[in-house]
């Protein structure tokens, strides 16, 4: 949550909202700080995915940093491989960002507990104002708090005005409502901004509509059954379940732990336990998808690698022109060992048939070096 990254989150969200009036309505759905306490309106919540985004997909931001991840060790190969899902679905995340919760406004429901001061004002249930009234009411009062405590970031000003209010916001069923007929247009045109495929657009649809189901299957514990539920509902759909199930869990990182902040007995914290289990129950459901994951996370690093090299001047063909090594075995053993000097920054050079090439193989010990810290 850099200045640069949420200063792109909000300037992505001017860029939509001018482009589709109704975004601006996050910035009427007040959010409480029980599971929301990132800000006191949901404006807050999808910047903070949208700079998330941004910063792991510019690769300044490494999800094996996080502590709780960083802890899984048997899931380092999950976690590098959820970084990279979000990257190459860059575009089905954005989008799913700005639909997910839009009809949070149609769904929304307040309470206070009984003598609060947000009883008083009216948030108790039964309510005698409209809902419209309700928001009204809040925002007024939310605009009023804060200008009485002028110096508070957004999280304290919503832990305050909570505490104060004791309001609680709730928007059961806005999954449901936000892939009715009712948002059709909505979805297409944020698709359409996106440049989404007509496979991209299905798979939205999906993760827009189970978001909340995943959540409540994997809040408490790891669970193979519900796994192969989500499984079911995949080929249902006509889409292939591994790549659903993949951006589903991306775009629960991005909900559950990047865009939500909870705070509960004086404590912030992140639902990532959410996603640690969902993990854990692709592991209980499908045994074998761990081994073929090794193998894909093998592939790609040996691709990377090779195009690390020829990024240098070091590809197989560059080497054997630049050093006039005819086809023999020998052009085998001199790419074997560039290899092994790149990965090595200790290793020294032996054959002295490299020592013109060493520039280049300094600049991909570096490449290599902060690619793989």
């Known amino acids: 949550m850099t200045e640069k990254y949420i200063r792109q989150a909000r300037d992505t969200m001017y860029e939509f909202e001018a482009q589709i009036s109704e975004i601006s309505q996050i910035h009427r759905v007040p959010q409480s700080s029980k599971h929301h306490a990132e800000g006191p309106v949901m404006t807050y919540h999808l910047e903070r995915m949208l700079a998330t985004l941004y910063a792991i997909c510019d690769n300044s931001a490494d999800l094996m940093q996080i502590e709780e991840f960083a802890r ?47 009883a008083m004002e009216g948030f108790s249930y039964p309510q005698k104002l409209s809902i419209k009234q309700l928001i009204d009411l809040y925002l007024k009062l939310l605009r009023a708090f804060e200008v009485e405590n002028q110096g508070l970031d957004q999280k304290e000003l919503c832990i305050a005005f909570s505490n104060k209010y004791q309001i609680k916001v709730s928007y059961k069923g806005h999954d449901s409502v936000a892939v009715s007929g009712k948002y059709y247009d909505f979805r297409s045109g944020i698709e ?14 999906l993760l827009i509509k189970e978001h909340i189901r995943e959540i409540s299957f994997f809040a408490k514990r790891p669970d193979g059954a519900r796994y192969q539920i989500l499984i079911g509902i995949a080929q249902k759909a006509g889409l292939d379940p591994d790549d659903v199930l993949d951006c589903q869990l991306a775009a629960l990182f991005l909900d559950a732990v990047a ?3 909870a ?57 054997f022109e630049e050093l006039n090594i005819p086809v023999s075995p020998e052009r085998a053993i001199i790419l074997k060992q560039i290899d092994d000097i790149v990965k090595d920054f200790d290793a020294r050079i032996e054959d002295p048939k490299l020592e013109i090439l060493l520039p280049k193989i300094n600049k991909a010990r570096l490449l290599y070096s902060s690619q793989t810290r």
Do not use: W
């Open 263 to 319: 705070y509960e007995n004086g404590k912030f914290h992140s639902d990532i336990e959410v996603v640690i289990n969902m993990m854990k129950s692709e592991e209980l459901a499908l045994s074998d998808r761990k081994e073929k994951r090794i193998e894909r996370l093998e592939i790609k690093k040996k691709k990377d690698f090779k195009a690390l090299l020829e990024s240098v001047g070091l590809g197989a063909q560059d080497v």
């Open 192 to 205: 359409d901004i996106c440049r989404l495929t007509s496979r991209d657009r299905e798979m939205l649809f």
């Open 72 to 118: 899984e060790k048997h899931l380092k190969n999950e976690i590098v491989e959820l970084q990279e899902i979000i990257c190459e679905n860059a575009a089905t995340m954005k989008a799913f960002i700005f639909a997910h919760d839009i009809a949070k406004l149609d769904c929304i429901s307040f309470d206070a507990p009984a003598l609060s001061k947000g």
């Open 259 to 261: 865009g939500s902040i």
